[in-house]
């Protein structure tokens, strides 16, 4: 086997000069953007050196939309986000529900920019573009555009008409959808009014549409099935973008639904291609096995190839797996930029001078006063300041408030994840640790909290359906002392465990909670640190955040196999 594959491996660099672009097979490893990355759009810039870009959906997460840049379909780096200032959309700052925020952008080249055009859902459905996707303040302020529905699709046709096609609700029932269009003039984002454009396989909801144009054909790749299981990638093709389209006989042509595989799911594709020709696709799905019971991580990216002969419809290769085979572009990190690849662990120690991550995450839009990286005595800290609501909010949340938290997703499904806490409450109330976090409704917190007059101890509770007891200890006054280590660990494919111990020192577990209670909605887990008063207006005493790190313990890509995290000392060199 071995000696067989050097030996291909040799003929092909030798055959190479006379047939550069014949590429050799090599893996993909699924997930290719790991954990909280739904509704995948992705382009291939020829003119930006040969770079592959991805824009993914971020609901409440801020900042939003992350571009992420990858020269081989493998390392993905994450190089701006495209929402990254309040002033792009400040009414995202008054969002209240928790499955709101951004949907499904559709991220497009066009005339030597990037456009993305998206629903902030709760807000504005918008338009915005940059010239350099490297850098965050180049990408503009939202250009409003009145689009009745969700999921908006750009698409310049060939007489440079703009077209918007878009799920819209046409029953009071949200799940009946069909897709319209609209015609859509820039700058000014003002579009025609809608018309009715394709049904899809009546398979509802349709959404998710992306057009594109192929040897004379205008092609309509759709999502139909809802996000969860019966989640499906259709496609139809007309005369013209305003069709009529007839739909593939093939169709779906790609699902999990009614398959037992582990990537369930699949579905929301977008179609690309590289400079060699060779097609790509990229999708949602989630880890969660024929059971859709088990999925903290929400609904990822992956990859697969297709192949999309002259005249014919696009095949994809599915069905989508953790491992493989494809014509992959060659192993090229060379990604301009300081971000760090999706798949990286973390060491932080919050040096003077460092700034906060650019993969780090806040929920909502964030008070920046209550972040601050080694303050005066507090030398290689994040220092937080406690919002007045906890991660739950009460009945007096007011949303512009925000709330004092910051994580990064989880993007293995075992890691271990651990923060120095060095935190003395004075006031009832008062509480910081660390969380496993989905959305302000299912969140799973340990954390020191002063309880009463008599002192601080040590707290684990959940938020959310099933959420387990609470549990309240002592903390023992060498650790309050000599500050806390506190942990977060996916210790098997089903669970996690929390535990503290004093810091240096070894870790007790607190907890055991099943990954279950994150597996739901439309995001996925963060893990990270907060601080909060509980309600008191009194209270402002800083936690000391130090030495973040989280690391990966292996993907599991299910019938009991994994493949090595990146960073992990037996990795595979991915
Ligand atoms: C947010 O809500 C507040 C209170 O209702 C209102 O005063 C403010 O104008 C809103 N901001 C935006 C940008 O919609
Ligand atoms: C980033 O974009 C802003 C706004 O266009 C510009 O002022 C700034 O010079 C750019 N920075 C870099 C490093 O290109
Ligand atoms: C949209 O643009 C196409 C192509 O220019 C045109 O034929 C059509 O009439 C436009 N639709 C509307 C509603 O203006
Ligand atoms: C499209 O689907 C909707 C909702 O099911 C239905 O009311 C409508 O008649 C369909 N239109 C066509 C042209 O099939
Ligand atoms: C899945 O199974 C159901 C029930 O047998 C069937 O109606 C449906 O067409 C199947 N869908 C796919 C995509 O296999
Ligand atoms: C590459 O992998 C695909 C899918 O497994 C397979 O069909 C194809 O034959 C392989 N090509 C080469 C050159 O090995
Ligand atoms: C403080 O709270 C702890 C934990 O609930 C409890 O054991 C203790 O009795 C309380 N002390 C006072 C003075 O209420
Ligand atoms: C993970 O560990 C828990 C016990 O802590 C156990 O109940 C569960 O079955 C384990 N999951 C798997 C997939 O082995
Ligand atoms: C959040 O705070 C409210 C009071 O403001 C409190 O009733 C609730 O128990 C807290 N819940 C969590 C999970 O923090």
């Not at 990822?300 to 192949?307: G, I, N, S």
């Not at 007045?388 to 997703?409: E, Q």
């Not at 993007?411 to 006031?427: A, G, H, N, Q």
């Amino acid at each position: 086997m071995k000696a067989t594959s050097l030996f291909a491996a040799a003929s092909l660099t030798s055959l190479s000069y006379c047939q550069p672009t014949k590429q050799q097979n090599s893996t993909i490893y699924n997930p290719i953007l790991p954990g909280f990355h739904p509704d995948p759009s992705c382009v291939f810039v020829k003119e930006w050196d040969n770079t592959f870009f991805c824009a993914t959906s971020t609901f409440l997460a801020f900042p939003g939309i992350p571009i992420y840049a990858s020269k081989d379909l493998q390392n993905w780096k994450l190089v701006s986000h495209a929402f990254n200032r309040p002033e792009q959309l400040p009414a995202f700052g008054n969002i209240t529900g928790q499955q709101d925020g951004w949907y499904a952008p559709t991220l497009r080249y066009h005339n030597h920019r990037f456009w993305i055009i998206d629903s902030c859902v709760g807000s504005d459905t918008g338009y915005l573009s940059t010239s350099d996707p490297y850098n965050n303040t180049a990408w503009t302020n939202v250009t409003p555009t009145s689009i009745p529905g969700y999921d908006p699709d750009l698409f310049w046709d060939t007489d440079g008409t703009l077209y918007s096609a878009f799920a819209k609700t046409v029953l009071s029932d949200p799940f009946t959808t069909e897709i319209h269009q609209v015609n859509i003039s820039m700058p000014s984002g003002d579009t025609t009014p809608d018309r009715f454009l394709w049904n899809g396989t009546n398979v509802q909801p349709p959404e998710g549409p992306h057009m594109m144009i192929k040897d004379g054909y205008h092609y309509l790749l759709l999502a139909e099935g809802g996000t969860a299981q019966e989640h499906q990638v259709t496609i139809g093709r007309g005369q013209s973008a305003q069709g009529p389209f007839e739909s593939d006989p093939k169709n779906p042509i790609l699902t999990a639904y009614n398959t037992t595989e582990y990537f369930q799911t699949v579905g929301h594709a977008d179609l690309f291609q590289d400079t060699n020709g060779q097609w790509w696709g990229v999708a949602l799905s989630t880890r969660s096995g024929p059971e859709y019971e088990t999925w903290p991580m929400g609904r990822e990216t992956v990859l697969y190839p297709a192949t999309w002969e002259k005249g014919q419809w696009p095949v994809l290769g599915g069905p989508v797996r953790g491992k493989m085979e494809a014509p992959l572009p060659p192993v090229n990190k060379n990604i301009r930029g300081p971000g760090a690849f999706v798949r990286d662990p973390d060491y932080y120690t919050f040096s003077p001078g460092s700034s906060i991550p650019s993969h780090f995450s806040y929920w909502r839009f964030p008070q920046i006063q209550n972040y601050a990286i080694s303050p005066t005595n507090h030398r290689n800290t994040l220092r937080l300041l406690p919002s007045r609501a906890n991660l739950t909010g009460d009945a007096a949340f007011v949303p512009t408030d925000g709330i004092t938290f910051i994580g990064r997703r989880q993007t293995d499904t075992l890691f271990t994840y651990s923060v120095d806490v060095e935190y003395s409450p004075t006031e009832i109330g008062e509480e910081s640790g660390v969380t496993l976090f989905l959305t302000q409704s299912y969140h799973v917190d340990l954390g020191i909290v002063r309880l009463n007059k008599t002192g601080n101890y040590l707290r684990f509770r959940a938020e959310g359906s099933n959420a387990p007891k609470e549990i309240v200890a002592p903390i023992p006054q060498e650790w309050c002392d000599q500050g806390m280590h506190l942990q977060i660990k996916a210790y098997n494919i089903t669970h996690f465990s929390f535990s503290a111990g004093l810091k240096g020192g070894q870790v007790k577990q607190i907890a055991s909670v099943p990954a279950t209670l994150v597996s739901n909605g439309f995001t996925g887990s963060f893990v990270g640190v907060y601080a909060t008063k509980n309600g008191n207006i009194k209270g402002k005493t800083p936690s000391y955040i130090s030495n973040w790190v989280y690391q990966g313990q292996g993907q599991y890509i299910g019938n009991g196999e994994f493949y090595p995290s990146n960073g992990q000392k037996s990795g595979a060199g991915l």
